[in-house]
């Protein structure tokens, strides 16, 4: 098969930092997107870093969809090039694209036609509820790029070269770090200026990507970005990819409800700290990710090539890997808050609230990154839905959770708690509930059957 790495021969360890480094690399140019945006829009104000951080809940839900066709290439076509079946590498391939961007023209007509009323959700002052409802329209409108980006982004995974999305996304950040200042203070825009900034790099992104697979390689032998859905195909991309993107995008429902309940407890200042928390926390988020989609990948070929055992050496590995970052951030978080939210949010005020969050934050570090591992080998052996079940279920409960920490008088603190207890408990049962099945499904790989 052309353009692709076999990942069921060799080194596992060299395997999975080769690969892992570059899908991590390119979730961090991901958030940097983000974090730029933030760190310029903070020097307008707090209350600027509010109406973006109430939009940024919003294109993380965006994310999430998008993490259908991700997921959905990694494992499919991850899995066909495993036993060798070029064709159906290639249909998935097809297939995932044209989801994506059908997926993507719905979600972003909505967001565009509804983007008044769903800001004002947050019940904000008036003159930062229209600052956010502009944003929030022009980023809209660059959405196909996103999830079409992120779709080309999961078949390269797929295929083991994780450096391609890297360099390319890479060149992406670039050009909207030298775009932000440029729009947001030499051209007067503002908020606006970071969104238009934002909106021309993604186009920029999903174009070298185009340019690369039509012109420079021959991944999978080539393949139609476009094709006529088959049920077969479709059926299997959605079993999928559906439950890990219906579970970020609840996620990100939840985080909506915890969002308006730290603006009712704190104000702007409330809402600032918890969207600009969460982006700083996307940091261990998006390392941990890095080696789980690696793991998934890896998983995937081996998995269906039946070579058990690199399966179980690779999710050690992987374990030891994470376990060691996560410790780390948990120490940066909850001795060094305040120096790390003032990077990006230099008002006094904000920086406080800001560095206990991160205080409060930083215990659940570690059994966050345990989560998104125990993940990865989930998706690998193409069983999405435990994972979401968990995810679900311990991420609604951080409403009630929340309301009876408020009411118990911890003001906003409690709410920051509520994530922090559900983080633990969604690590440590996602891991115990694998070790327990782990014999069964193990034994004899799905996709090896008849």
């Known amino acids: 098969m052309q353009g692709i790495k076999n990942l069921t021969q060799g080194p596992i360890n060299r395997q999975l930092f080769n690969l892992a480094m570059p899908i991590m690399a390119t979730s961090f140019i991901q958030m940097a997107y983000s974090l730029t945006d933030m760190a310029w829009v903070g020097r307008l104000g707090s209350e600027a870093v509010a109406a973006i951080g109430s939009v940024g809940i919003l294109t993380w839900m965006s994310g999430s969809i998008s993490l259908l066709n991700k997921v959905g290439a990694e494992v499919s076509v991850g899995q066909s090039i495993g036993v060798q079946n070029q064709e159906d590498a290639r249909n998935f391939a097809s297939h995932n694209i044209t989801i994506a961007l059908i997926i993507s023209l719905c979600w972003g007509g909505l967001l565009f036609i509804f983007a008044d009323p769903i800001i004002r959700i947050y019940e904000l002052e008036d003159h930062i509820t229209a600052n956010a409802v502009q944003y929030l329209r022009i980023v809209s409108t660059g959405l196909p790029f996103i999830f079409l980006s992120t779709s080309f982004t999961g078949i390269y995974n797929a295929a083991g070269r994780s450096k391609v999305p890297f360099f390319i996304s890479g060149a992406g950040l670039v050009l909207n770090i030298i775009l932000d200042p440029l729009f947001i203070f030499g051209f007067g825009l503002g908020t606006n200026g970071a969104a238009y900034a934002t909106w021309i790099s993604e186009a920029s992104v999903f174009l070298i990507f185009v340019y690369q697979l039509r012109h420079r390689d021959a991944l999978l032998g080539g393949f139609p970005f476009f094709t006529r859905l088959k049920k077969k195909y479709t059926y299997k991309i959605l079993k999928l990819g559906l ?73 050690h590995t992987t374990l030891w890997m994470t376990g060691i970052f996560g410790t780390l951030c948990t120490l940066l978080f909850v001795f060094f808050g305040n120096e790390i939210f003032s990077i990006f949010v230099p008002e006094q005020a904000a920086y406080e609230a800001g560095g206990v969050f991160l205080r409060i934050d930083g215990y659940s570090q570690l059994f966050m990154m345990l989560e998104i591992t125990m993940q990865g080998v989930f998706y690998g052996i193409g069983r999405t839905i435990p994972p979401a079940v968990i995810s679900i279920v311990c991420n609604y409960m951080r409403i009630p959770l929340a309301i009876l920490f408020v009411r118990m008088g911890m003001g906003v603190e409690g709410i920051w708690w509520a994530v922090c207890v559900t983080t633990v408990a969604k690590g440590l049962i996602l891991l115990s509930w694998f070790v327990i099945i782990r014999k069964k499904c193990l034994s004899i790989p799905s996709a090896t059957k008849g």
């Open 243 to 315: 439950p890990v993107a219906t579970l970020n995008t609840l996620f990100a429902f939840v985080n909506m409800f915890l969002c308006r309940t730290a603006s009712e407890q704190g104000g702007h200042i409330g809402l600032m700290t918890f969207t600009t928390g969460g982006q700083i926390e996307a940091i261990t988020w998006n390392t941990s990710q890095g080696f789980s989609t690696a793991l998934s990948a890896f998983i995937a070929q081996n998995y269906a090539a039946g070579r058990i055992e690199r399966v179980l050496r690779a999710w």
